[in-house]
Nanobody, 123 residues
Framework: QVQLVESGGGSVQAGGSLRLSCVAS????????MGWFREAPGKEREGVAA????????VYADSVKGRFTISHDGSKNTLYLQMNSLKPEDTAMYYC????????????????WGQGIQVTVSS
């Protein structure tokens, strides 16, 4: 069973930065694709960024392009999300995901999820 554990969330003022980490362990499942999603109160979970761990190819939601950077350290089995120029609308619970079986921005396409970590951006 794959386990994903996020860390690095917290509260920050608008314009600030945070870096999220997601450590993957266990299981023999392909972790070729890994990604970050977020869910704000009253809204559906949405994709933020995703990455192909074997090639470094990345994709981003339009709302975070130029501000967020996804990366992966294979030696540490860790996925990162560097978030700069944060805005109040970035406030959400952020989730790490692994094992993509369909379209990258479709929540049901991902098999494994972390427990989520809160990011709060104040104006």
């Amino acid at each position: 069973q794959v386990q994903l554990v996020e860390s690095g969330g917290g509260s920050v003022q608008a314009g600030g930065s945070l870096r999220l980490s997601c450590v993957a362990s266990g299981g023999a499942v392909s972790r070729r694709w890994m990604g970050w999603f977020r869910e704000a109160p009253g809204k559906e979970r949405e994709g933020v960024a995703a990455l192909v761990t074997t090639s470094g190819v990345t994709v981003y939601a339009d709302s975070v392009k130029g501000r967020f950077t996804i990366s992966h350290d294979g030696s540490k089995n860790t996925l990162y999300l560097q978030m700069n120029s944060l805005k109040p609308e970035d406030t959400a619970m952020y989730y790490c995901a692994a094992d993509l079986r369909g379209l990258v921005w479709v929540v049901d396409s991902w098999t494994y999820w972390g427990q989520g970590i809160q990011v709060t951006v104040s104006s």
